[in-house]
């Protein structure tokens, strides 16, 4: 009897680990910068991706087990990302990693997803370099778009203007804006031989001083400029380049690829928002069209809730769609054991709420274009708003 | 190059230069007369911006609100920095200078989360006060009205300080405080209270030039690191505590930008560091000081 008791109460001592790990959390590290200026889209991408770990364990789980999140401010800084994700893995006990904002943050993580057999998925980052031959592994998969096909996205619009025999370009003097840039012209070299490139300029990230970039540029008269400014010092673009006439001089023929359609930057600039640019979003949320996926829409006033802002942010869905992603992987592989997950996820279609998108099965990147349209006012909505906005992708995946 | 590219990027850098030295020129005060090297001046202009936005939201989002919200945030900068300076700052005086750098560095620190705290981590903006919208033609290029006017203030300042330094009694005795202050102190002078006062006005000028930026730029949390870096580019071409030193590091700064952009457009920054670091080695004690003893 007493026996029995001994290896009964042994036997469970043994399989007490296995159960309970089998019963706990699927715990996902979440490194995104929550202070300093990125931060600005750090935090509604993380609102974005707890939005989806709520929604999934409403709804029962991955595998009968809840979905936890640990985030953690990586302060957009490469090192301390790096350091935040090798503390997740060892001492958190974190199966996956997400997040990361910036093209120097993520490629730095994926190094410690590639160490530790850990599948990784990025949000934000658009560097192509990311998933490129040399820096591609088995566990770097990437829900953002990336500098590929934003350039030529950029390309294909800047190439059906009329009376454009020159064009300038402006983007922030990092992996991101270099990247771009040498998209875009490479795209509009092949598009339109005719076209001739007169001017580049190069602002450091954050360096909120654009006067003397706008005046030297305008010296070079453009016909049409392609520029790649997000965020602030979007906005600081703007704020100088308006007054100087720099809008009037090119006709308003700018693209922006750096999301300057997103409505975090259509409320902040209200009515000194140029009209008449093109740009694009992740998702415009206010939708001048009839295209917007139901799935959307129930989406973006969920995301206004959970941020206590009237309609939200455009890089909540990016939060979301990456969390999505990593519990359908696990699904599919009906374990969450990385490598058998990493296997799964390539080559997958997996749906969001702006439609199915899929992992290239070569080198992980979704095929995951952007939102492009002329920037207008309508009298429906409060802000400019993307006219008619129409999906962009014009890479298939895998470059 | 025609004259119209050369008038164009001139008033570039002019601007450029008069906001920098609008920053810088509190940042110059108080290292000349207190010798503390205040890191903390790039945070008071980043609360002077954010107060700014406040008030003019409080006010009236748009219409000339602007003004009574640039003037509410110098002053409230400056009240801030009194408190800074009698509360904290004050017990660090007979101390070594690392400790000064290490106290206002904390405060970056606690001003950066506090400012994150109250205004969250979103972009905000002001606009251009109406009356100063719009601009005028000159040889071929826009001057927007607002840049003039920020070319006309930096100036206005430079002036005014210089003539209290020179031609006031309050100006005297803030000379006589950094040329010898236990002297002062021993003559019967409130050296306590100039010192309180000097921070005032530096915080006030700090406050003044935050909000007179957000017509031109976002405000961002980070924006008060980013422009302490250039104000202390400035100071040191300048020369450390020279106050019209400080006026021409400014100036020099702005057109050498400014031309550097249009002569090397890919390396935008390379030509003011490079412009640093001759300086450095040229004249360590920077083109207007007076090497330290």
Redesign the interface.
């Given at each position: 009897m007493r026996l029995r008791h001994l290896l009964a109460a042994t036997a469970a001592a043994l399989l007490l680990p296995v159960a309970a790990l089998a019963k706990g959390p699927i715990k996902i590290g979440f490194p995104i910068p929550l202070s300093g200026p990125t931060a600005v889209y750090g935090v509604p991408i993380l609102k974005g991706a707890e939005l989806a770990v709520a929604d999934i364990n409403a709804h029962g789980g991955v595998l009968g087990r809840k979905l936890k999140l640990l985030p953690r401010d990586s302060k957009a800084n490469p090192a301390e990302a790096v350091r935040l994700a090798r503390e997740l893995i060892v001492k958190n006990g974190v199966q996956f990693l997400a997040g990361t904002l910036t093209s120097a943050e993520a490629p730095a993580v994926s190094t410690i997803a590639k160490e530790n057999h850990v599948v990784f998925v990025a949000p934000s980052a658009k560097t192509y370099e990311l998933t490129d031959p040399q820096n591609f592994h088995p566990y770097i998969f990437r829900t953002a778009s990336n500098t590929t096909i934003e350039g030529q996205a950029g390309a294909i619009i800047v190439a059906k203007w009329k009376n454009v025999h020159t064009v300038a370009t402006i983007a922030p003097d990092y992996a991101y804006g270099h990247d771009a840039i040498a998209a875009f012209v490479a795209e509009l070299h092949k598009l339109r031989p005719d076209i001739k490139i007169v001017d580049q300029e190069w602002p450091k990230l954050g360096q909120a001083n654009f006067t003397p970039f706008i005046t030297a540029q305008m010296a070079k008269h453009p016909d049409a400029v392609y520029c790649d400014e997000f965020a602030g010092d979007f906005i600081s673009f703007v704020k100088q380049a308006a007054p100087l006439g720099y809008f009037k001089a090119i006709h308003d023929r700018l693209a922006d690829g750096g999301e300057a359609g997103s409505i975090d930057v259509t409320r902040t600039l209200g009515k000194a928002y140029p009209l008449g640019i093109w740009t694009d979003a992740y998702d415009p949320v206010l939708w001048d069209g009839p295209n917007q996926p139901p799935a959307d829409k129930a989406f973006d006033a969920k995301v206004a809730k959970a941020l206590k802002i009237k309609y939200g942010s455009s890089w909540a869905i990016q939060g979301y769609v990456t969390i999505q992603a990593i519990a359908q992987g696990i699904r599919k592989a009906g374990t969450t054991n990385d490598t058998k997950v990493a296997k799964a996820m390539s080559g997958m279609t997996y749906t969001t709420p702006l439609g199915p998108r899929t992992f290239s099965a070569v080198n992980h990147d979704a095929n995951a274009g952007e939102y492009w349209g002329k920037m207008v006012r309508t009298p429906k909505f409060p802000y400019a708003v993307i006219s008619d906005p129409t999906y962009y992708n014009p890479e298939p995946a895998g470059h | 190059m025609?004259a119209?590219?050369l008038v164009?990027?001139f008033?570039?850098?002019l601007?450029?230069s008069m906001?920098l030295f609008l920053i810088a020129s509190g940042l110059s005060l108080v290292f000349g007369v207190m010798r503390v090297l205040n890191f903390a001046h790039g945070s008071f202009y980043m609360i002077g911006a954010y107060l700014a936005w406040q008030v003019v939201t409080w006010l009236h989002?748009?219409g000339e609100a602007f003004w009574p919200a640039a003037l509410a945030a110098g002053l409230g900068v400056a009240v801030l920095g009194a408190v800074v300076e009698r509360l904290l700052l004050r017990h660090l005086y007979g101390l070594d200078e690392l400790y000064q750098l290490l106290f206002t560095y904390a405060l970056v620190l606690i001003l950066?989360?506090a400012a994150?705290y109250l205004w969250g981590?979103?972009?905000?903006?002001v606009?251009?006060p109406p009356v100063l919208?719009?601009?005028f033609q000159l040889v071929g290029?826009?001057v927007?009205y607002?840049?003039l006017f920020i070319i006309a203030v930096g100036p206005a300042i430079a002036i005014t300080v210089g003539l209290v330094l020179s031609r006031t009694a309050a100006g005297r005795m803030l000379r006589a405080a950094s040329a010898d202050r236990e002297m002062l102190d021993a003559m019967g002078a409130n050296v306590g209270l100039i010192y309180t006062g000097m921070f005032a006005v530096s915080s006030f000028l700090a406050g003044l030039a935050g909000a007179l930026?957000t017509?031109?730029?976002?405000i961002?949390?980070?924006?008060d690191v980013?422009v302490i870096v250039q104000a202390f580019i400035v100071v040191v071409i300048g020369g450390l505590g020279s106050f019209w030193g400080t006026f021409w590091g400014a100036m020099i700064y702005g057109q050498v930008?400014?031309f550097g952009?249009?002569i090397l457009?890919?390396f935008?920054?390379f030509s003011v560091f490079a412009l640093m670091a001759v300086v450095l080695i040229v004249r360590p004690w920077g083109l207007f000081g007076r090497p330290i003893r």
């Open positions: - | 025609t119209s590219l164009g990027q008033l570039s850098g601007t450029t906001f989002p748009v950066g989360d994150k981590t979103g972009q905000l903006s606009h251009r919208d719009g601009g290029n826009t927007p607002y840049n930026i017509p031109m730029e976002s961002v949390p980070g924006m980013q930008l400014s952009i249009l457009p890919e935008s920054l």
